[in-house]
């Protein structure tokens, strides 16, 4: 496993920008694929998106898709969650989580590393 730790999160206007942070310590960490999930309130916890262990490939779903961009440094050990355009339906708690493999996502049981989540607050 990997230990991970989120940064970024915070209050931003509707329409505004966030860069999250996933800061990984451990084994290999160009060995995991790397996702974002959110929690909101009340709700069950979401994929958001994921990418591949080189960066090459990453996947969004459609809630999100054009408007969000996952990227990673495996030379810093970093994945990053870029937010634009962000809608107050966004609010959520935030988590990074690695899987091992080489595909960019997987099922929520395959991530057995999650960092402890960041707070995004969207306000209209």
């Known amino acids: 496993q990997v230990q991970l730790v989120e940064s970024g999160g915070g209050l931003v206007q509707a329409g505004g920008s966030l860069r999250l942070s996933c800061a990984a310590s451990?084994?290999?960490?160009?060995?995991?694929?790397m996702g974002w999930f959110r929690q909101a309130p009340g709700k069950e916890r979401e994929f958001v998106g994921g990418?591949?262990?080189?960066?090459?490939?990453?996947y969004y779903v459609d809630s999100v898709k054009g408007r969000f961009t996952i990227s990673r440094d495996n030379a810093k050990n970093t994945v990053y969650l870029q937010m634009n355009s962000l809608k107050p339906e966004d609010t959520a708690v935030y988590y990074c989580?690695?899987?091992?493999?080489?595909?960019?996502?997987?099922?929520?049981?395959?991530?057995?590393?999650w960092g402890q989540g960041t707070q995004v607050t969207v306000s209209s």
């Open positions: 989580a690695a899987a091992e493999g080489y595909a960019p996502y997987y099922p929520l049981y395959d991530y057995d590393s």
């Open positions: 451990g084994r290999t960490f160009s060995s995991y694929a």
């Open positions: 990418i591949n262990w080189s960066g090459s490939n990453a």
